[in-house]
């Protein structure tokens, strides 16, 4: 029963990862250059027909005729110096060297030449393509993802003391040990202070607890003892 059990979980386990790799292969928003059309999670290569030449993804290569042989570098060549990627037409092919079916793309996309009705990544607003290190949004984006997780820092030892920090609209610090003493602060929005303390809650020899909060609320002022 256990080995059922234990080969049940390691193909579910294993179904997960593939899928998840699937997913990874088939999105490279952050790979793709900037002068590259928006609309595609996924390329491979960018066929310009234009200059009848081939731009690698993956590997940010050009791939063009030259010298009776297809030559790829990670530029182009001087004769192309007046080709403006950003306001060309890209055609995407996810096939495995499309240049040795070269004749059949230039045939097929002659008419796409001198076309400029797309829009490149570098002019979109859409966040997704922020995640792209040349949009120039990308920093702003950066930060807040960073925004968004906050500051976290914890310190843990055989004692079982622990301190955490963590910013969102609040800043939280705690403190606590293995005799259950805590201590917390946290800062609210509210028009009113409320201030309450609980001191020596012993329900045998070896348990103790000591809690001391600070809090902001929306009423008037008021103390508790007990």
Known sequence: MRY????????????????????????NLGSQPVWGPTGYDYVEYYYLPDIDAYY????????YYEGGRWIYRTSLPSRFGNFDLYNSYKVV???REPWRNNETYRQKYASYKGRHDQQPIRDSKDSKYFVNKDHPQHNTWVQQQNNGKGNVKSIDNNNGNVRSMGNDKGNVRSTGNNKGNVRSAGNSIGKGNGNNKITKGNNNRNKQGNGKGNGNDKGGNGKDKK
């Open 56 to 63: 690698y993804v993956p590997q940010h290569r050009f791939y």
């Open 4 to 27: 059922l059990l234990a080969l049940f979980v390691a193909l579910f386990l294993s179904s997960a990862l593939d899928a998840q790799v699937h997913v990874n292969l088939n999105i």
């Open 93 to 95: 092919v996810n096939e």
